[in-house]
C-alpha cells in the first residue's frame, strides 16, 4: 500500500521559515515528478513546486526566491525549505505523484503564518 506522510508543519511568525518533509512508503521516488501544492482556507488546492526525476524544478510564482524543492530518493523524500514566510502562505501543505497509473496524495500538514 502506497503512503505518502507529510511533516514540519507548525506557526511560524511572518518572515520566518520551515521545512515540510514528505517520506512515502509502497513506491519508489526515483524516476518520478514530484509536487508540493497547497490549500489556501477558502480557496482551492495549488501547485506549489515541482521537482523532477533529474531534479529540475519550476516554481509557482507566490514561492520563487523563498521557497526550494529537494529530494533523496534513497530515503524517498521529498523536501520543501519556506523562507521569509507570509501570513498568504497559511495553507495545508501537500504532497503529491503519480506513478502513470494512479495519483497519490499525503494527509497533508497544516502551516500556519502569525503574529
Known amino acids: 500500500q502506497v503512503q505518502l506522510v507529510e511533516s514540519g508543519g507548525g506557526l511560524v511568525q511572518p518572515g520566518g521559515s520551515l521545512r515540510l518533509s514528505c517520506v512515502a512508503s509502497g513506491l519508489s521516488f526515483s524516476a518520478l515528478k514530484l509536487y508540493w501544492y497547497r490549500q489556501c482556507p477558502g480557496k482551492e488546492r495549488e501547485l506549489v513546486a515541482i521537482?523532477?526525476?533529474?531534479?529540475?524544478?519550476y516554481y509557482a510564482d507566490s514561492a520563487k526566491g523563498r521557497f526550494a524543492i529537494s529530494r533523496d530518493d534513497e530515503k524517498n523524500l521529498v523536501s520543501l525549505q519556506m523562507s521569509s514566510l507570509k501570513p498568504e502562505d497559511t495553507a495545508v501543505y501537500y504532497c503529491n505523484t503519480n506513478d502513470g497509473s494512479r495519483s497519490y496524495w499525503g494527509q497533508g500538514t497544516q502551516v500556519t503564518v502569525s503574529s
Open positions: 521537482i523532477t526525476d533529474v531534479r529540475n524544478t
